[in-house]
Nanobody, 123 residues
Framework: QVQLVESGGGSVQAGGSLTLSCTAS????????MSWYRQAPGKEREFVSG???????SYAESVKGRFTISQDNAKSKAALQMNSLKPEETAMYYC?????????????????WGQGTRVNVSS
């Protein structure tokens, strides 16, 4: 079973920056597709950014130009650099993986979530 652990959340003033990290473990030799979601109280969980094991990235329109997602060479960690944070982006941020790709090319579909890390952006 894949486990994801997030870190790096905290409190920051509007306009500030935070870097979130996600580490995946539990499956050997996996290159993980990883993504970040966030959920504010009373709101739906929304997609923020994603990175595939081939290096391709995607971003929600609201964070383009401000957030950057990256991954380590082993494809088991993902970082989300968040700049120019806004108060409305206060939320619980979750890491997700939905795919493991082995060196052989075999792919496993996954649905694993981390416990989340809180981000509070004050005005």
């Amino acid at each position: 079973q894949v486990q994801l652990v997030e870190s790096g959340g905290g409190s920051v003033q509007a306009g500030g920056s935070l870097t979130l990290s996600c580490t995946a473990s539990g499956l050997t030799n996996c290159a993980y597709d990883m993504s970040w979601y966030r959920q504010a109280p009373g709101k739906e969980r929304e997609f923020v950014s994603g990175i595939e094991s081939d290096g391709s990235t995607s971003y929600a329109e609201s964070v383009k130009g401000r957030f950057t997602i990256s991954q380590d060479n082993a494809k088991s960690k993902a970082a989300l650099q968040m700049n120019s944070l806004k108060p409305e982006e206060t939320a619980m941020y979750y890491c997700k993986t939905d795919r493991c790709t082995l060196r052989s090319g075999i792919r496993w579909n996954l649905d694993a979530w981390g416990q989340g890390t809180r981000v509070n952006v004050s005005s």
